[in-house]
Structure formats: C-alpha cells, structure tokens
Nanobody, 124 residues
C-alpha cells in the first residue's frame, strides 16, 4: 500500500518561499497521480496543485506563485511556494490515487492516500 511522508513545515515571512516535499513508498510511484491540498481552520480542504505525467494544474489562488514537480526515480514530489502571503497559512497535504492514465484533479474525493500534513504559517 502506498505511503506518503511529507516534510518542510516552517514559519515564513510574507514574500518568502518554502519548499515542501512528499516522498512515496510501498508501491510503484509511476502509476500514481499526485495532488497538493491545504486546509485552514474553519475552511474546507482546498486543492492547490496536481500533477500527472506532463499534465499539471493549479488553483487560481496560487497560480504564478506555486510550482509542482516530481522525480519518479526518487519517488518524490515537491511543491515550491513563492511570494507567500498570510492567506496561504494552512496545513498542507500531499495525496495520491492510482491511475495509468494522465489524469489531474483538484478535488479531494479523487484521492485515496494522504500524507500526514505539514503546517505552513506565513507571518511577520
């Protein structure tokens, strides 16, 4: 069964950058589509970005500031976050679902496996 382990939690000043990583184990990484989600207190879980093959999608709220990438040989996905603002403060989760098609969705219900979550706080 696929397992996802996240790292990169931290406190960042407005305008700063942070890189989150999500490393997979326990299954063939090649056949999983990966998404990034975030959830702030009192809010619904929000899709941030997803990647499947060369198909990448971003939420409008992060487009132009966040970049997702992956390395299949390392079974790792990264979320590079630039120009961070206080409204980006949330718990961030990586997630995956198995597919042999190049699908990419920003909807939580598609995803079967979830990382433990990492806290990102943007404040001066």
């Amino acid at each position: 069964q696929l397992q996802l382990v996240e790292s990169g939690v931290g406190l960042v000043q407005p305008g700063g950058s942070l890189r989150l990583s999500c490393q997979a184990s326990g299954s063939t990484f090649l056949y999983y589509n990966i998404g990034w989600f975030r959830q702030a207190p009192g809010n619904e879980r929000e899709g941030v970005a997803c990647i499947s093959g060369d198909n990448i999608n971003y939420a409008n709220s992060v487009m132009g500031r966040f970049t997702v990438s992956k390395d299949n040989t390392k079974s790792t996905v990264w979320l590079q976050m630039n120009s961070l603002q206080p409204e980006d403060t949330a718990d961030y989760f990586c997630a995956a679902y198995e597919s042999r098609f190049r699908l990419c969705h920003l909807v939580p219900s598609y995803y079967d496996y979830w990382g433990q979550g990492t806290q990102v706080t943007v404040s001066s």
